[in-house]
């Protein structure tokens, strides 16, 4: 089971996301649920706004002079409640403008669920691309 915010890069209307995530269920040979915030709800997203305070206050106004600065502000936040965040930076290349087509759309493996289809779905493998 996936949550996602119902905006950004991973939303529920992203061709892309589906696609990243049609490649993820076939490497792992799994079907892959997923159940997006409906549009502007992502304040709802419990697990952000408890971290996003505990980061702030870790952060004092500290002046943001590099990533490592900022990912080891981020990874040394904790919360009184006991949550330890982890955080590294990703240094891999990832394209940019990549374009899903209506025919790459079609391939995909993707049931509807009953409620709120647009939101709600799971990606299945694709039979022999695992």
Not at 34 to 52: A, D, M, Q, Y
Not at 63 to 84: A, C, D, E, F, M
Request: with cysteine.
């Amino acid at each position: 089971m996936i949550m996602a915010d119902g905006g950004g890069s991973n939303s529920s209307r992203s061709r892309l996301w589906k696609m990243a995530l049609q490649n993820l269920a076939n490497e792992l040979g799994l079907p892959l649920a997923v159940c997006h915030f409906p549009p502007g709800t992502s304040k709802w997203n419990k697990i952000e706004h408890r971290l996003f305070s505990f980061i702030t206050q870790n952060w004092r106004g500290t002046p943001l002079r590099s990533l490592q600065t900022i990912v080891n502000l981020i990874s040394n936040t904790t919360t009184k409640g006991g949550v330890t965040v982890r955080a590294h930076l990703d240094t891999h290349h990832y394209d940019t403008g990549i374009h899903v087509s209506d025919a790459d759309m079609a391939r995909l493996q993707i049931c509807p669920h009953k409620f709120h289809s647009e939101w709600n779905y799971t990606i299945k493998p694709q039979q022999g691309r695992n």
